[in-house]
DNA sequence: GCTTGACCTAGAGTTAACTCTAGGGAATAA
DNA sequence: TTATTCCCTAGAGTTAACTCTAGGTCAAGC
C-alpha cells in the first residue's frame, strides 16, 4: 500500500509538518502508523481523514473537540449517536456562519460602491447631502 | 444629543467593555470622544462605525489592518483609491470564505447522511460494503 | 460627608493554534 | 565513510485577540 512521510502529506494537505506534528501530539492522528524507527507513514485514508478534519476546523470547530470526535470513532457503535448529534450541530454552525457572511457581504458591497461613487468625483464629500443610506456613507 | 457609555454600547454591539477598550488602545476608535474627566461617550454614529468594524472582522481582516483604514478615514480624500481598494480585496475574501464554507457544507451534510443511516441500522457497518462515496464512509 | 457603582489606565495573564529550535537518529548518494 | 537530507521528540516561543486585576477617579444618592 502506498504511503506517504510528513512532508509529502504536507504538501498535500496546504499544511506545515509543524502542524501535522502537533495535531498528532493533541491526539487528532491516533490512526497514523509507524516505521519501526518511528517515522509517520500516512496512508491515503489517512489524508482523507485528515481533510474531514480539516473540513471540521473549517467550521469553527476547536481541536479539543475534533479530538472528542475521533476518541468516539474509535469507541465504535455505542458512540453514533454522539457523532451524528456532532455533525448536526456543525451543520447547524455552518448555515449561521452563511447568514452572517451574507450580512456582511451586503456592507461590503455597499462600501464598495460608496467608495466607487466617491473616487469618480474625486472626493467623498458627494456623500454629505445623501440621506437615504446614511448608515453607509459614514466616514467609517 | 444622545451619547452611551461604554457598558450601553457593549450591550448594544455585544461586546465586553474589555473588548471596546482594547479596540480603543489599539487605535480602531479615534473617533469616539472623552468628557472632561475622561470618560467615553459613545455617539450614534460610533456604534455605526464600530458595526463597520465588526464586520470587517467577520471578514477575517485583521485588527492591525482594521486600524490602517480608520487612520486612512482621518487623512481624506487623498486615500479614497486604498479605501476603495480595500473593500474590493474584503468583497473577494468573503467570496472565497462562502464557496470555502459550501464545500464544508456538502461534505457535513455527506456525514449527517452517513451517521443518519449507521444509527437507523444500529452500526456503522452497514456502510462496510459501499463504494460509491467511500471517501465518505470512512471512519473518520 | 460618605458610600456605591461605574468609569479610568497600565500592565499582567490567558487561550488557541500554531511555529520553531535543539539535539539526535536513520537512510541514501557520492 | 562521510555528507546530506530527511525524520524524530520535548519543550520553548510566538501571535492575535482578548480578559482581567490593581489601584485610582468621579458623580449621584443618602
Redesign the interface.
Known amino acids: 500500500m502506498k504511503t506517504f512521510s510528513i512532508s509529502e502529506a504536507a504538501k498535500q494537505l496546504n499544511l506545515t509538518i509543524y502542524t501535522l506534528r502537533y495535531y498528532d501530539k493533541e491526539g487528532l492522528l491516533p490512526?497514523v502508523e509507524r516505521t519501526a524507527s518511528g517515522t509517520r507513514l500516512f496512508k491515503e485514508?489517512d489524508i482523507?481523514?485528515l481533510?474531514?478534519?480539516e473540513?471540521l476546523k473549517?467550521?469553527g470547530m476547536p481541536i479539543k473537540e475534533i479530538k472528542n470526535f475521533?476518541s468516539w470513532?474509535s469507541e465504535?457503535?455505542t458512540t453514533?449517536?454522539q457523532?451524528?448529534d456532532m455533525?448536526?450541530e456543525?451543520?447547524a454552525a455552518?448555515?449561521a456562519?452563511?447568514e452572517?457572511?451574507k450580512r456582511?457581504?451586503e456592507?461590503?458591497?455597499h462600501?464598495?460602491l460608496y467608495?466607487?461613487t466617491?473616487?469618480d468625483a474625486?472626493?467623498?464629500d458627494v456623500h454629505k447631502n445623501n440621506k437615504i443610506g446614511s448608515?453607509f456613507a459614514?466616514?467609517?
Request: positive net charge; contains cysteine.
Open positions: 490512526f485514508s482523507e481523514s481533510k474531514v478534519i473540513c473549517t467550521t475521533i470513532c465504535g457503535d453514533l449517536k457523532r451524528y455533525f448536526l456543525r451543520k455552518v448555515e456562519q452563511m452572517e457572511l456582511t457581504m456592507v461590503i458591497e462600501k464598495c467608495y466607487k466617491a473616487l474625486g472626493t467623498e448608515n459614514s466616514t467609517y
